[in-house]
């Protein structure tokens, strides 16, 4: 799978999104990061159809995404929102099943996903009762089980307890591997240098720099984006980024 963003423009009060232009393939973690207000839940919401850009436009394997039916396109695009509510008292089961709406028949790794984060005493649960991190788990599994070609995550470590993240962490590496394509917003810069192959930074709304994760996430960028100063050092193959408050001179 393929998705291309070409020009893509927004507009909302006084905020300009764009013009944004960037590839993504299989096998692939895009990382979207940036100050709050830059944004990056917005430009997700657009690759998701959930808003219309104002100009430009985004296909998927060549066809555009305003042309596809919902049904088709919710079998390409899986999305794990920011902000975690469920209108309805349904149950986690009932959540988790509902992510199998697209499918033709039930997926048989619901079970699996369910036994492998140890959430079985959550199943008969209202979901609406259940902690942040609990709601981000059941929304990732969900978002896992709906077998989409690309998996798009705002913010997916919020509320979650360090053992939990890693676990999150790993997950999304595995999907990598296994072909799919992963787009997520994050926050951390450490998180985005080592859960990433490639970075999209924005700031009010402009494309500060895209690459790979070595060549964005380097000293020079960082302090376009933020007021601060910054190091980064190569541990492991790894970047290891660190902020200081920035001298005035
Ligand atoms: P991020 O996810 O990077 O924190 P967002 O994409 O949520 O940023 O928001 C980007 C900008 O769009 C913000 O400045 C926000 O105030 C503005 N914005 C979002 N929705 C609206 C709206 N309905 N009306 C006016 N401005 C909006
Ligand atoms: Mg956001």
């Known amino acids: 799978m393929r998705i291309d963003l070409n020009s893509v423009e927004y507009s909302i ?3 300009r999104l764009g013009p944004v232009t960037y590839s993504i393939q299989d096998g692939e973690i895009l990382g979207i ?6 944004g990056k839940s917005t430009l997700l919401r657009i690759m998701l159809r959930l808003l219309r850009p104002t100009g430009g436009s985004i296909s998927i394997d060549g066809v555009d995404i305003a042309d596809m039916m919902p049904r088709d396109l919710s079998r390409k695009l899986a999305y794990l929102p920011q902000n975690l509510f469920s209108p309805l008292n349904l149950s986690v089961q009932d959540v988790l099943l509902a992510s199998e709406y697209s499918m033709d028949r039930r997926s048989s790794k619901l079970d699996e996903l369910i036994d492998r984060y140890d959430l079985g ?3 008969h649960r209202d979901f609406n009762t259940l902690s942040g991190g ?7 599994i969900g978002a896992i089980n709906q077998g989409s070609g690309a998996i798009l995550m705002d913010e997916p470590d919020t509320f979650l307890d360090v053992d939990k993240e890693m676990q999150v962490m790993h997950e999304i590496t595995a999907l990598r591997d296994s072909g799919r394509i992963v787009v997520i917003i994050l926050h951390d810069l450490n998180k985005l240098a080592s859960l990433c192959d490639n970075v999209l ?3 009010s ?3 500060m720099a ?3 994760t070595k060549s964005v996430l380097v000293p020079d960028v960082l302090e376009k984006m ?15 980024i660190e902020a200081f408050p920035r001298i005035k001179d």
């Open 201 to 203: 930074m924005l700031k």
């Open 33 to 38: 990061g940036g100050p709050n207000g830059s």
């Open 13 to 15: 009060g006084n905020f």
């Open 210 to 212: 895209f690459g790979s």
């Open 226 to 240: 933020y007021s601060a100063s910054f190091k980064v050092e190569q541990i492991a193959g790894m970047s290891r």
């Open 134 to 140: 609990e709601k981000r788990l059941v929304m990732l």
């Open 121 to 123: 005493n959550l199943r």
């Open 205 to 207: 709304g402009k494309v």
